[in-house]
């Protein structure tokens, strides 16, 4: 089978519900091209087996690349009932002095493994994702001054890795940012520790996905966030570069169950100042009382637009969003255009459902993540989320009170 086939059964199987009922109901909606982790994915489809690759960042500084092994001893795991401790698994990504040596890997070579496996891949090299290319440099060494450079929390969507959301977290550090991925344990297809321990997907395997779970997601997901910020930005940080950190400057943003998770966060910690769900539903409600941070929306016309029933979840947090807020949406795009995969399963030759090219969502995520962040973070006036753009006419800036977007 080729790899395409396992990209395409990344690409259409949903990171979180990308269309359910409403909150509180069983997250399945068989009909969508969006499915949740309940329904079925579609039949694999065979496609060319090319080398796959990111598009190069677009900002001017080269970048840098570490991972980190951080152990709470302060809760135990959510997922597993003996645990005394949680531990996870962040990728940073950073402005570095220089490009030298080789491309980082996409990911290790049995977490391509295990990716593969778990897409029910056959016939193919077990280390292929790990041979995609990338652009940036392993533990190079950090570009900034002290307390200079903002951070940026990035969580993906369920069942997938801190990888899939490589292409923009590359950009987003050579645009001056550090970017902190969390590979939330349990609830991705496999985390892999140093010296190899694998921990299996245990939350895919809990039943019903309803709102008690989704709640609990959620509430793990805040408490990663604030546990590696503490580790990032505290007294004794667990990261050589992190004295060039501003904890003043951070803000979060998060693909499907990540993006959802992004209101338990930043409601739960006060140091994020800003963030952003990447169509995600809305599956943390914003309590009635509001949430007074910069958030935006950003998602797929075809299952985001307000006033329809798959976008209830956002029209709901909307009323509560009492700040800044913007509901954006990109035609042509799937829920996967926002992520890696849609990229390169299309490198693939694979119809993932979109019709916007994937190299062009990944620019259009790119240039309006970091928008987003320039404005919150850094205070520089961004009319690109204000209205409609010649430059990206497919993202059109929705008024939801009248149910319209253009």
């Given at each position: ?49 090319v080398a796959l690759s990111l598009p190069a960042p ?132 496999a985390t892999v520790f140093p010296g190899g321990r ?209």
């Amino acid at each position: 089978m080729a790899i395409a086939a396992g990209l395409l059964v990344m690409a259409i199987t949903s990171c979180a519900p990308a269309s359910a009922p409403a909150i509180g109901s069983a997250a399945v909606d068989g009909s969508s091209r969006n499915p949740s982790p309940d329904a079925p994915a579609e039949p694999p489809k065979t496609a060319r087996d090319v080398a796959l690759s990111l598009p190069a960042p677009t900002g001017s500084q080269p970048v840098g690349t570490t991972s980190l092994h951080l152990t709470d001893t302060s809760r135990p795991d959510p997922w597993d009932a003996g645990s005394t401790s949680r531990q996870l698994m962040v990728s940073l990504w950073y402005p570095a002095r220089k490009a030298a040596g080789q491309a980082a890997p996409y990911m290790s070579a049995k977490e391509s493994e295990l990716t593969l496996k778990d897409a029910g891949i056959t016939g193919v090299p077990a280390d292929l994702l790990a041979r995609t290319r990338t652009h940036a440099f392993s533990d190079a060494p950090v570009a900034g001054e002290a307390r200079t450079l903002p951070l940026v929390v990035l969580s993906p969507g369920f069942e997938k890795t801190r990888s899939s959301l490589t292409g923009l977290a590359e950009d987003l550090a050579s645009r001056g940012y550090v970017v902190a991925a969390i590979s939330h344990t349990h609830e991705n297809s496999a985390t892999v520790f140093p010296g190899g321990r694998v921990v299996p997907c245990t939350a895919c395997q809990v039943q019903p996905h309803d709102q008690t779970f989704w709640d609990k997601v959620g509430a793990t997901r805040a408490d990663d966030v604030s546990f590696v910020l503490d580790q990032l930005t505290g007294p004794t940080p667990k990261w050589k570069g992190a004295r060039l950190t501003d904890p003043d400057k951070v803000a979060m943003a998060g693909h499907s169950a990540g993006g959802a998770g992004s209101v338990a966060a930043l409601l739960k910690d006060f140091r994020i100042k800003a963030g952003m769900n990447m169509d995600g539903l809305a599956i943390v409600p914003v309590p009635a009382s509001g949430l007074s941070k910069p958030f935006l929306l950003l998602g797929a016309q075809t299952t985001r637009t307000p006033g329809s029933q798959e976008a209830a979840s956002w029209g709901a947090a909307w009323q509560h969003l009492t700040g800044w807020k913007r509901w954006l949406v990109v035609a042509g795009a799937e829920h996967a255009s926002f992520t890696d995969i849609s990229l390169l399963g299309e490198q693939a030759a694979l119809d993932t459902g979109a019709t916007l090219p994937a190299a062009r969502s990944m620019e259009i995520t790119r240039a309006y993540v970091a928008a987003f962040l320039d404005l919150h973070l850094r205070g520089t006036s961004q009319p690109l989320l204000d209205r409609a753009s010649a430059r990206y006419p497919e993202v059109k800036v929705c008024a939801v009170e009248q149910k319209s977007c253009t």
